[in-house]
């Protein structure tokens, strides 16, 4: 392989291009492509035949895991608004009752009857 | 009506009847090929794999891990069918996937080899019956190239893609895969350089 510099209006050498064109050039034996094409499909059908018989099972799956996602956000929601529910409680009404009971059972008889009264009021 | 005319001239002539041909075929394999025919797939291999080879040999250090990026190629190819609009080059989609299947081959071995402290990096695949000095020469210039920049030169000197389309394949702008051609030419010259004048 002579090495001349012949660069062409392209920028391209010739001499280098036919060097690397050598180096990189493809098999030429038509039986190395069946043979490519053949393990390619192979692989595919091998990818296919493996995931064919599982996809009942994966539906059943993902089936699966959508109801298990919607109880789960259900319950989330209820929970959330349990939470809120109690805060607003915390909040508003306990010392509102507390206090009120206090302030009228005062002097009203025994500790005891108050805390009857106390227990039993709405 | 002149402008249907007109229309049926302009694709004409920018397309060739029998390209045009190919293209319809090309597309019908691919629709068949979305509908689950496997042998449609299997022909659209083989009207592919030769270039395939080619881009994936472009960016891989060895022809085994070229045959191997192809495979991997072929085989996303295939997960992605539905994917691929058929408007589209059948083609240029399927080089972009196996560009990318050689380039995380090449990755892996490139940490494989970082791993082991291989001192087999080196590039294209050596003949053992190689005993061209220019041969010689060239592979230990590729071998001062990035992977890109020899990807670039591969797939463009040798393998006859422009620019742009090595961009796309590569995912680098078509002014990065210019400018990585003109620097690894710029390098392959300047090391072959003293063998030329030497002779």
Known sequence: MSFEPRIGPNGRDDDLTRALR???AAPVDEGYWAALLERIMARIGEEDGWWQPLAPLARIGV???????????????????????????TVFETPRSVPLQIATERGQGSEREATLRYVISP | MPGVALHMHSTAVSEP????????????????????????????????????????????????DAQDAVQEGF??????????????SF???????????????????????????????????????????????????LDEL???????????????FTHGEIG??????????????????????????????ER
Do not use: K
Not at chain 1, 83 to 89: G, N, S, V
Not at chain 2, 75 to 88: I, M, N, T, V
Not at chain 2, 92 to 114: C, E, Q, S, T
Not at chain 2, 176 to 195: E, I, K, M, P
């Open chain 1, 22 to 24: 050598e180096l990189y």
């Open chain 1, 63 to 89: 089936l699966a895991a959508g109801i298990a996602l919607a109880v789960a956000s259900l319950a989330l929601t209820r929970s959330r608004e349990a939470t809120a529910r109690m805060a607003y409680e």
């Open chain 2, 17 to 64: 009847p029998a390209e045009s041909l190919a293209r319809a075929h090309e597309r019908d394999l691919v629709l068949a090929a979305q509908h689950g025919s496997r042998e449609a797939f299997a022909a659209l291999v083989r009207h592919h794999e030769r270039r395939a080879y080619a881009v994936a040999r472009a960016i891989t250090a060895t022809h085994e």
């Open chain 2, 75 to 88: 085989l996303h190819a295939y997960r992605a069918l539905d994917r691929f609009r058929p408007e589209q």
């Open chain 2, 91 to 141: 083609g240029a989609w399927l080089h972009r996937i196996v560009a990318n299947a050689a380039l995380d081959i090449g990755r892996r071995r490139r940490v494989r080899d970082a791993e082991t402290l291989s001192e087999s990096v080196s590039l294209p695949f050596r003949d053992p019956a190689e005993d061209d000095e220019l041969r010689r020469r060239l592979i230990a210039g």
């Open chain 2, 146 to 160: 990035s992977q890109r920049q020899r990807a670039v030169i591969v797939l463009h000197d040798v393998e006859g």
């Open chain 2, 168 to 197: 796309g394949m590569l995912g680098i702008p078509e002014g990065t895969a210019r400018s990585d051609l003109h620097h690894a030419r710029a390098a392959l010259r300047r090391l072959l350089g003293d063998l030329r004048s």
